[in-house]
């Protein structure tokens, strides 16, 4: 019989989502979505991984959430096509977290490119060979073990597809580990995951607009998805291009400059015969760019224009949604429910796999009974 194709994808409630989540993995899902070919599919808020450092915040993430599945729904993704739901809301996957805790030493999570990369960036000690006066906040051990729930994540609902941006390919490579060494233990229960990374290199991590390596809402550059027009044009106007291209007539640089790198990221041919015919394709505008000629307000007034063809129709769809958010929740409940019931269906064979399921085991308990009746017997 055929493996099912069952794709999952997910995102942290933080804050709203940007521009960098649409290329990096939404455009993806709905592409994958529409095309079909697969069993099921799920994409979920994963508000028990944000709770891991905003635990002094609940609001924050309870707030985010709907935020956050408006944004799901306003770019495209259909309730009739896919099944959203709530981490939190499925016990299933703290139970296999814990047991996939066991697969993983210390010594690995530390090595992960992606905890050690997020671990500086909030500023938090490394727990090993700090010094007593190192005043930086000790590292959630929920935080430090995200790896793992992410595998249970996937594991649970047997992802066969996964698609993300390209920070968390470390993330899926730990995944895949986990999965094996548990069906090397317990049998082929679970089902290895493939990653799923955008095809365009531009799209696998898009810098923040001001040229830093990543989109921050604390650093305040981010284009949000639900941004107004007025407070798109004032980021792409204000974006890092190159330094040295002074005067229009010097010779430009495309390498490190920001708008070329959304440009690489967003654009297709037919923008040029829609907002700037004196060019056929990307190729002649750096071309031109890079020979000198070529002001850096015109490169971003057309940017401006391709971004808002993307985010005029997701403004309409959100609104439409924002005028029901009964009908959203609704949409999450029932989501919920049906990937909770698919969750149980996965834990019992993972229990039986694992022989804890004691209550279960028919054979188990007969087996027991006759050795103490022959005890007792003797």
């Not at 037919?270 to 307000?297: C, Q």
Request: charged share 25%.
């Amino acid at each position: 019989m055929a493996k099912k194709q069952i794709i999952l994808t997910g995102d942290r409630p933080t804050g709203c989502l940007h521009i960098g989540h649409y290329v990096g993995s939404l455009r993806s899902r709905v592409e994958l979505q529409n095309k079909g070919g697969y069993d099921d599919m799920y994409v979920f808020i994963a508000d028990a991984q944000a709770l891991t450092d905003n635990t002094d915040n609940p609001e924050k993430v309870r707030q985010n959430l709907i935020e956050v599945a408006l944004d799901y729904l306003s770019v495209g993704l259909d309730p009739e096509k896919v099944t959203f739901f709530i981490q939190s809301q499925i016990p299933q996957l703290t139970e296999l977290t814990f047991y996939f805790m066991n697969m993983v030493t210390v010594e690995r999570l530390q090595r992960n490119p992606t905890v050690k990369s997020e671990m500086v960036a909030r500023g938090y000690k490394s727990g090993l060979g700090d010094t007593e006066n190192d005043n930086r906040p000790g590292m959630p051990v929920g935080f430090f073990t995200y790896p793992i729930s992410q595998a249970a994540d996937i594991a649970l609902f047997k992802s066969t597809i996964v698609p993300v941006g390209g920070d968390q390919k470390p993330m899926l490579e730990q995944a895949t580990e986990i999965v094996r060494r548990f069906n090397s233990i317990y049998g082929p229960v679970l089902v290895e995951p493939e990653i799923l990374l955008p095809s365009n290199a531009a799209s696998l991590r898009l810098p923040g607009t001001d040229g830093k390596a990543k989109m921050s809402k604390s650093l305040g550059n981010c284009i949000y998805l639900s941004e107004d027009p007025a407070s798109v044009h004032k980021k792409i106007m204000s974006m890092y291009t190159d330094p040295l291209h002074v005067n229009v007539s010097d010779p430009g640089h495309v390498e490190g400059n920001t708008v070329f790198t959304y440009l690489d990221a967003f654009c297709r041919p037919e923008h040029f015969e829609r907002y700037w015919s004196d060019f056929s394709s990307l190729d002649e505008l750096k071309e031109a760019y890079m020979k000198g000629g070529i002001g850096d307000v015109k490169c971003k007034k057309f940017l401006e224009k391709i971004l808002e063809e993307i985010l005029v129709p997701i403004r309409e769809k959100r609104a439409a949604y924002e005028k029901d958010i009964p009908e959203v929740y609704n949409i999450l409940s029932k989501g919920t429910k049906k990937a909770r019931q698919r969750g149980e269906e996965t834990m019992e064979e993972v229990r039986r796999a694992m022989k804890i399921d004691y209550f279960e085991d028919k054979a188990l308990i007969s087996e027991q009974a006759e050795r103490f009746a022959a005890r007792h017997q003797g």
